[in-house]
């Protein structure tokens, strides 16, 4: 007998859900999760490329993104200090 599951699980947990119903050893479990991990991967890297050939980058481009620090500078105590005075 098949049991309906409803939100809030997405469509993919509920079906895995009735698919792995059991209990499985520690070993598939392990491989099942190496799995998903590499198609999230594959998925991410598909929309990397996508936004890749888009924007039309290039090697130059990226090496340029490696190299660029656009984070704010932490302040120190004193600073913050000093500023509320």
């Known amino acids: 007998m098949e049991k309906n599951i409803s939100l809030p699980l997405s469509n993919i947990q509920q079906e895995l859900l009735k698919l ?3 209990d499985l050893p520690e070993a ?3 491989e099942i ?3 998903l991990v590499e198609w999230r991967f594959k ?3 598909e ?3 996508k936004v890749w050939d888009e924007k039309g980058w290039t090697a130059e481009d990226m090496e340029r ?3 660029t620090h ?3 500078p932490y302040q120190t105590q004193n600073e913050v200090l000093e ?3």
Do not use: C, I, P, Q
């Open 47 to 49: 929309a990397a490329n």
């Open 20 to 22: 792995f119903a059991d």
């Open 70 to 72: 656009e984070r704010t």
């Open 65 to 67: 993104l490696l190299h």
């Open 28 to 30: 598939d479990l392990m």
């Open 43 to 45: 998925k991410l890297k």
């Open 33 to 35: 999760k190496k799995l």
């Open 83 to 85: 500023r509320s005075v």
